[in-house]
């Protein structure tokens, strides 16, 4: 990393969540800065060139790729790391977003039931794109460069802007019919594998084994173990106790049932199987986790 803070060029990080981490670019020289930070595979990167231009350089600068002003690039490659070397042009800002995996799903599936992923048969091939910055999104980068807030609120103010910033850059079009999918590439597999999610979580008191599963929505063992990790970022049973125990929190949450009633709810025959799990989960028993939310 050569990029340094000083009155005409600067470098700033922050990490909004674990696994979820916005980079600031500004480079008011004269002169080319340079970037470099390793990333490991399970990340998705986001390019956003505000003004300027930015050079990408891959395999030790064997071959490069320009993100030009106004462009957003998309990159991700499940099977080949793909550190950040970049080459940032004199008069250029610049906006970085490293997404993982799991962290996209919780966006873009389990909140608004976008599929966000590469299908098993494709997994092997990176997935890149180039686009245009929206005019909306252009709005909310600059937002986020020219802030002046507090200190104390500045983590929440960047979270909440860069959610927004997401949301309408994956905004589905009008007339584009069904629903959007960013990685969507062999569409009737995705379907059964979200055909599988759904099952699962409608069935989360009894779930079905894996190969029971499997035969339903009509694909194999192997294939519906690696699609449904490629997906969603996780095993089907490890995203039902993912999904289990955000459904409970949000039943205590209303205050209408007591531990006992949550617990059978999501599929705990007895109460402490369950304020186990809430806790493996959370760090806290259900009892106290209620108490939190009156504090």
Not at 9 to 19: A, N, T
Not at 184 to 205: F, P, W, Y
Not at 229 to 240: A, E, H, M, N, R
């Amino acid at each position: 990393m050569t990029l340094k803070n000083n009155a005409q060029s600067s470098f700033e990080e922050f990490v909004l969540e674990d696994g979820f981490h916005l980079l600031e670019f500004r480079n008011k020289t004269t002169n080319n800065q340079r970037f470099e930070r390793d990333i490991d595979n399970s990340f998705i990167q986001l390019h956003f060139c505000l003004q300027g231009t930015i050079k990408f350089l891959f395999n030790k600068g064997a071959y490069s790729l320009d993100v030009l002003d106004k462009r957003v690039i998309l990159l991700y490659n499940p099977q080949q790391k793909l550190p950040i070397n970049l080459e940032i042009r004199p008069k250029t800002t610049a906006i970085s977003l490293l997404i993982s995996i799991k962290q996209f799903h919780y966006l873009f599936s389990k909140e608004a039931n976008y599929i966000p992923f590469l299908s098993d048969e494709n997994s092997h091939k990176k997935y890149y794109d180039d686009s245009e910055i929206k005019k909306s999104v252009l709005d909310v980068l600059q937002q986020i460069i020219n802030k002046k807030i507090n200190n104390s609120i500045k983590d929440l103010y960047l979270k909440g802007k860069v959610y927004e910033l997401l949301s309408l850059h994956f905004q589905k079009e009008e007339n584009i019919d069904g629903e959007y999918c960013p990685f969507l590439v062999d569409e009737s597999h995705v379907l059964k594998i979200r055909k599988a999610k759904d099952i699962i979580i409608t069935n989360m008191v009894e779930p079905p084994s894996l190969q029971e599963l499997a035969t339903e929505v009509g694909i194999t063992l192997k294939k519906l173990k690696e699609g449904f990790k490629q997906i969603y970022g996780d095993t089907v049973y490890s995203f039902l106790f993912d999904y289990k125990m955000e459904h409970a929190r949000k039943l205590l949450e209303t205050n209408k049932h007591n531990v006992n009633e949550v617990g059978a709810q999501v599929g705990y025959s007895t109460a402490s199987h369950f304020i186990a799990a809430f806790k493996k989960k959370f760090g806290t028993t259900p009892k106290q986790y209620v108490k939190s939310l009156s504090l």
